[in-house]
T-cell receptor, first 116, second 116 residues
Framework: AQKVTQAQTEISVVEKEDVTLDCVYE???????LFWYKQPPSGELVFLIR??????QNEISGRYSWNFQKSTSSFNFTITASQVVDSAVYFC?????????????FGTGTRLKVLA | EAGVTQFPSHSVIEKGQTVTLRCDPI?????LYWYRRVMGKEIKFLLH????????ESGMPNNRFLAERTGGTYSTLKVQPAELEDSGVYFC??????????????FGPGTRLTVL
């Protein structure tokens, strides 16, 4: 079965703290793609990153970083020195070529609240 | 470049009524997806169009839901008759032609449907 688990329903941090959002995925496929999206209060899902299963290099983009570990089937997202503008719901998603359509399988999302 | 747009942003209807949601994808995007998020749960795939053809409608809940994409441009999702459990946020996403792996899906702001 294919599944994405975001066990953290809601996280609250104080501004400037670092925070890690967990994402654990399940699939038997060897080729797959992982994504993170941010949903600010305005409602749209904003693309953050895409990673394929053959690329285990971690990625850093400004204050954002992603740790992809196939051994633990995890694709965790860390925000360094969090800011109030980071407050949003964050979704992790899995896409499989075998689906034929590359439809996304989403986790339930993690609501991040960054307090000033 | 304009993003994915959805109309209306909110819709409140009585059980048994009909509602039509519209999605305008990013210009030139052949792939169009519909997803739905029921309160607090994961975002779930409904269906996928490639141009005007339905590629995968395995996620459509039942035959009260009808999606169309005439001319391969905008898409409509009609719910007739609406039931209480249809309440949720309906997202539309679009992506370019998928050649090697999935192209990133870009999401609209969603339509929040409330059935009373």
């Amino acid at each position: 079965a294919q599944k994405v688990t975001q066990a953290q329903t809601e996280i609250s941090v104080v501004e400037k703290e670092d925070v890690t959002l967990d994402c654990v995925y399940e699939t038997r496929d060897t080729t797959y793609y992982l994504f993170w999206y941010k949903q600010p209060p305005s409602g749209e899902l904003v693309f953050l990153i895409r990673r394929n299963s053959f690329d285990e290099q971690n990625e850093i983009s400004g204050r954002y970083s992603w740790n992809f570990q196939k051994s633990t089937s995890s694709f965790n997202f860390t925000i360094t020195a969090s800011q109030v503008v980071d407050s949003a719901v964050y979704f992790c998603a899995l896409s499989l070529p075998t689906s034929g359509t590359y439809k996304y399988i989403f986790g339930t999302g993690t609501r991040l609240k960054v307090l000033a | 470049e304009a993003g994915v747009t959805q109309f209306p942003s909110h819709s409140v209807i009585e059980k048994g009524q009909t509602v039509t949601l519209r999605c305008d994808p990013i210009s030139g995007h052949d792939n169009l997806y519909w997803y739905r998020r029921v309160m607090g749960k994961e975002i779930k795939f409904l269906l996928h169009f490639v141009k005007e053809s339905k590629q995968d409608e395995s996620g459509m809940p039942n035959n009260r839901f009808l999606a169309e994409r005439t001319g391969g441009t905008y898409s409509t999702l009609k719910v007739q008759p609406a039931e209480l459990e249809d309440s949720g946020v309906y997202f539309c996403a679009s992506s370019q032609e998928q050649v090697r792996g999935p192209d990133t899906q870009y999401f609209g702001p969603g339509t929040r449907l409330t059935v009373l």
